[in-house]
Protein backbone atom coordinates (compact mmCIF):
# COMPACT_ATOMS: atom_id res chain seq x y z
CA UNK A 1 0.00 0.00 0.00
CA UNK A 2 0.84 3.50 -0.78
CA UNK A 3 -2.06 5.12 -1.13
CA UNK A 4 -4.85 6.37 1.78
CA UNK A 5 -7.33 6.00 -1.21
CA UNK A 6 -5.85 2.46 -1.90
CA UNK A 7 -5.93 1.49 1.99
CA UNK A 8 -9.24 2.64 2.63
CA UNK A 9 -10.81 0.79 -0.65
CA UNK A 10 -8.78 -2.68 0.52
CA UNK A 11 -10.65 -2.44 3.63
CA UNK A 12 -13.76 -1.87 2.59
CA UNK A 13 -13.63 -4.34 0.71
CA UNK A 14 -12.96 -6.97 3.19
CA UNK A 15 -9.05 -7.06 3.35
CA UNK A 16 -7.88 -8.85 6.42
CA UNK A 17 -4.65 -7.53 6.13
CA UNK A 18 -2.84 -4.65 4.28
CA UNK A 19 1.18 -4.46 4.18
CA UNK A 20 3.25 -2.36 3.46
CA UNK A 21 7.13 -2.66 1.72
CA UNK A 22 10.21 -2.08 2.89
CA UNK A 23 12.82 -2.65 0.16
CA UNK A 24 14.33 0.40 -1.77
CA UNK A 25 14.18 -1.67 -5.05
CA UNK A 26 10.22 -2.17 -5.01
CA UNK A 27 7.97 0.53 -6.86
CA UNK A 28 6.29 -0.35 -3.56
CA UNK A 29 8.65 0.93 -1.50
CA UNK A 30 7.65 3.34 1.36
CA UNK A 31 8.90 5.09 4.33
CA UNK A 32 7.97 4.03 7.69
CA UNK A 33 6.53 7.60 8.73
CA UNK A 34 3.98 7.87 5.51
CA UNK A 35 3.38 3.86 6.26
CA UNK A 36 2.31 4.71 9.83
CA UNK A 37 0.31 7.68 8.82
CA UNK A 38 -1.28 5.55 5.91
CA UNK A 39 -2.08 2.55 8.65
CA UNK A 40 -3.14 4.77 11.40
CA UNK A 41 -7.09 5.59 10.14
CA UNK A 42 -7.57 1.58 10.32
CA UNK A 43 -5.19 0.25 13.15
CA UNK A 44 -7.61 -2.47 15.01
CA UNK A 45 -9.77 -3.23 11.83
CA UNK A 46 -7.53 -4.71 9.70
CA UNK A 47 -3.68 -6.20 10.65
CA UNK A 48 -0.99 -3.97 9.74
CA UNK A 49 2.04 -6.46 7.87
CA UNK A 50 5.64 -4.87 7.38
CA UNK A 51 7.25 -6.66 4.75
CA UNK A 52 11.05 -6.75 4.81
CA UNK A 53 13.80 -8.86 3.20
CA UNK A 54 16.64 -9.52 5.01
CA UNK A 55 16.36 -6.55 7.20
CA UNK A 56 18.83 -5.84 9.59
CA UNK A 57 17.72 -5.00 13.45
CA UNK A 58 18.65 -1.17 12.81
CA UNK A 59 15.88 -1.16 9.92
CA UNK A 60 13.37 -2.90 11.93
CA UNK A 61 13.60 -0.86 14.67
CA UNK A 62 12.86 2.13 12.49
CA UNK A 63 10.44 0.35 11.07
CA UNK A 64 8.48 -1.11 14.10
CA UNK A 65 8.69 2.11 15.76
CA UNK A 66 7.56 3.92 13.33
CA UNK A 67 5.13 2.00 11.54
CA UNK A 68 4.18 -0.54 14.56
CA UNK A 69 2.72 -3.31 12.42
CA UNK A 70 0.98 -6.25 13.98
CA UNK A 71 3.00 -8.88 11.97
CA UNK A 72 6.35 -8.98 10.36
CA UNK A 73 6.43 -10.44 7.06
CA UNK A 74 10.12 -12.05 6.49
CA UNK A 75 10.71 -11.90 2.49
CA UNK A 76 14.40 -12.86 2.72
CA UNK A 77 16.38 -15.72 3.29
CA UNK A 78 16.29 -15.54 7.19
CA UNK A 79 16.95 -18.43 8.91
CA UNK A 80 14.76 -20.07 11.64
CA UNK A 81 17.10 -18.32 14.01
CA UNK A 82 16.86 -15.16 12.62
CA UNK A 83 13.06 -16.00 13.05
CA UNK A 84 13.40 -16.56 16.63
CA UNK A 85 15.64 -13.57 17.19
CA UNK A 86 13.23 -11.38 15.55
CA UNK A 87 9.98 -12.69 17.25
CA UNK A 88 12.00 -12.07 20.52
CA UNK A 89 13.13 -8.78 19.71
CA UNK A 90 9.89 -7.17 18.93
CA UNK A 91 6.88 -9.77 20.39
CA UNK A 92 5.20 -9.92 16.80
CA UNK A 93 3.96 -12.53 14.84
CA UNK A 94 6.20 -13.57 11.89
CA UNK A 95 4.75 -14.70 8.30
CA UNK A 96 7.75 -15.90 6.59
CA UNK A 97 7.92 -16.31 2.89
CA UNK A 98 8.61 -19.37 0.50
CA UNK A 99 9.48 -18.90 -3.14
CA UNK A 100 7.75 -21.96 -4.97
CA UNK A 101 8.45 -23.56 -8.20
CA UNK A 102 8.55 -27.41 -7.13
CA UNK A 103 7.35 -29.85 -4.71
CA UNK A 104 10.75 -29.87 -2.53
CA UNK A 105 10.75 -26.21 -2.38
CA UNK A 106 7.75 -26.81 -0.05
CA UNK A 107 10.38 -28.92 2.27
CA UNK A 108 11.90 -26.48 3.29
CA UNK A 109 9.19 -24.93 5.47
CA UNK A 110 10.46 -27.99 8.11
CA UNK A 111 12.71 -26.45 10.37
CA UNK A 112 10.28 -23.33 10.33
CA UNK A 113 7.00 -25.07 11.62
CA UNK A 114 6.49 -24.45 15.40
CA UNK A 115 8.37 -21.21 14.95
CA UNK A 116 6.52 -18.85 12.16
CA UNK A 117 3.31 -17.82 13.07
CA UNK A 118 1.97 -18.23 9.20
CA UNK A 119 3.68 -18.81 5.64
CA UNK A 120 3.34 -17.36 2.51
CA UNK A 121 4.03 -19.07 -0.60
CA UNK A 122 5.01 -17.17 -3.57
CA UNK A 123 6.01 -17.77 -6.92
CA UNK A 124 10.13 -17.79 -7.46
CA UNK A 125 10.98 -14.23 -9.41
CA UNK A 126 11.23 -14.75 -12.74
CA UNK A 127 14.95 -14.76 -14.30
CA UNK A 128 16.48 -10.94 -14.39
CA UNK A 129 13.69 -9.71 -11.52
CA UNK A 130 15.67 -7.66 -8.52
CA UNK A 131 12.45 -8.66 -6.33
CA UNK A 132 12.20 -11.42 -4.25
CA UNK A 133 8.24 -10.68 -4.48
CA UNK A 134 5.64 -8.25 -5.76
CA UNK A 135 6.52 -10.36 -9.93
CA UNK A 136 3.03 -10.89 -10.82
CA UNK A 137 3.91 -14.43 -11.41
CA UNK A 138 1.79 -17.35 -10.43
CA UNK A 139 3.25 -20.92 -9.00
CA UNK A 140 1.87 -24.44 -9.83
CA UNK A 141 -1.10 -24.32 -7.13
CA UNK A 142 -1.53 -27.94 -7.30
CA UNK A 143 2.14 -28.47 -5.22
CA UNK A 144 -0.77 -27.19 -2.22
CA UNK A 145 -2.59 -30.30 -2.55
CA UNK A 146 0.31 -31.94 -0.67
CA UNK A 147 1.03 -29.60 2.04
CA UNK A 148 0.27 -31.13 5.39
CA UNK A 149 -3.16 -30.01 6.29
CA UNK A 150 -2.98 -27.59 9.46
CA UNK A 151 -0.33 -25.48 7.82
CA UNK A 152 -1.47 -21.74 8.07
CA UNK A 153 -0.86 -20.15 4.98
CA UNK A 154 -1.71 -17.59 2.16
CA UNK A 155 -1.23 -18.13 -1.26
CA UNK A 156 0.86 -15.39 -3.29
CA UNK A 157 1.79 -15.18 -6.62
CA UNK A 158 0.90 -13.49 -9.74
CA UNK A 159 -3.35 -13.45 -8.28
CA UNK A 160 -5.89 -11.53 -10.12
CA UNK A 161 -9.66 -11.37 -10.68
CA UNK A 162 -9.25 -13.70 -13.68
CA UNK A 163 -7.44 -16.64 -12.02
CA UNK A 164 -8.40 -16.82 -7.77
CA UNK A 165 -11.70 -18.84 -8.51
CA UNK A 166 -9.27 -21.20 -9.70
CA UNK A 167 -6.37 -20.73 -7.25
CA UNK A 168 -9.18 -21.31 -4.75
CA UNK A 169 -10.87 -23.80 -6.04
CA UNK A 170 -7.50 -26.19 -6.67
CA UNK A 171 -6.00 -24.99 -3.32
CA UNK A 172 -8.28 -24.46 -0.45
CA UNK A 173 -5.91 -21.56 0.34
CA UNK A 174 -6.88 -20.36 3.89
CA UNK A 175 -5.40 -16.84 3.41
CA UNK A 176 -4.55 -14.57 -0.28
CA UNK A 177 -2.30 -11.97 -0.93
CA UNK A 178 -2.35 -9.63 -3.99
CA UNK A 179 -0.33 -7.11 -5.28
CA UNK A 180 0.32 -6.56 -8.96
CA UNK A 181 -3.41 -8.14 -9.69
CA UNK A 182 -4.92 -4.70 -8.40
CA UNK A 183 -2.23 -2.87 -9.95
CA UNK A 184 -2.55 -0.41 -12.86
CA UNK A 185 1.21 -0.37 -13.20
CA UNK A 186 4.31 -1.78 -10.79
CA UNK A 187 3.28 0.09 -7.76
CA UNK A 188 -0.25 1.48 -8.74
CA UNK A 189 -2.84 0.49 -7.05
CA UNK A 190 -6.06 0.55 -8.73
CA UNK A 191 -9.65 1.19 -6.68
CA UNK A 192 -11.05 -0.57 -9.63
CA UNK A 193 -8.94 -3.42 -9.66
CA UNK A 194 -9.05 -3.73 -5.91
CA UNK A 195 -13.13 -3.70 -6.65
CA UNK A 196 -12.99 -6.34 -8.68
CA UNK A 197 -9.90 -8.70 -7.09
CA UNK A 198 -12.38 -8.13 -3.56
CA UNK A 199 -15.62 -9.33 -5.71
CA UNK A 200 -13.90 -12.17 -7.70
CA UNK A 201 -12.90 -13.94 -4.09
CA UNK A 202 -16.33 -13.33 -2.62
CA UNK A 203 -18.10 -15.15 -6.22
CA UNK A 204 -15.50 -18.30 -5.60
CA UNK A 205 -15.66 -18.21 -1.90
CA UNK A 206 -20.12 -18.77 -2.49
CA UNK A 207 -19.44 -21.40 -4.72
CA UNK A 208 -17.00 -23.52 -3.38
O1 LIG B 1 5.83 -6.38 -3.77
C1 LIG B 1 7.02 -6.10 -3.74
O2 LIG B 1 7.52 -5.21 -4.45
C2 LIG B 1 7.94 -6.87 -2.85
C3 LIG B 1 9.27 -6.53 -2.81
C4 LIG B 1 10.13 -7.20 -1.98
C5 LIG B 1 9.67 -8.22 -1.18
C6 LIG B 1 8.34 -8.57 -1.20
C7 LIG B 1 7.46 -7.91 -2.02
N1 LIG B 1 6.13 -8.26 -2.06
C8 LIG B 1 5.62 -9.21 -1.15
C9 LIG B 1 4.24 -9.65 -1.27
O3 LIG B 1 3.73 -10.19 -0.31
C10 LIG B 1 3.47 -9.60 -2.57
O4 LIG B 1 2.16 -9.27 -2.25
C11 LIG B 1 3.54 -11.01 -3.15
O5 LIG B 1 4.85 -11.25 -3.55
C12 LIG B 1 2.59 -11.15 -4.37
O6 LIG B 1 2.91 -10.24 -5.34
P1 LIG B 1 2.17 -10.33 -6.76
O7 LIG B 1 2.65 -11.53 -7.46
O8 LIG B 1 2.57 -9.06 -7.43
O9 LIG B 1 0.70 -10.36 -6.49
Redesign the pocket.
Known sequence: MKTAEAVTRAVEKGATHI?F?F?P?????IEPDLAGRLADPVRGRVKVVA?T?DADNDDLDEIVDLLKPDIL?L?GSESPDRVLTVKALYGLPVIK?FAIREASDLEKIDPYVGIVDRF?F??KPPKGSE????????FDWSLMQSLDEGVNYML????NKDNVAEALAVTRAPGL?????V?SAP?VKDLGMIDAFFDAVRDASRRT
Request: hydrophobic content about 30%; glycine content about 22%.
Open positions: GIFKSPRNVVQHALDALPGGNGVSSGGLDVSSGEG
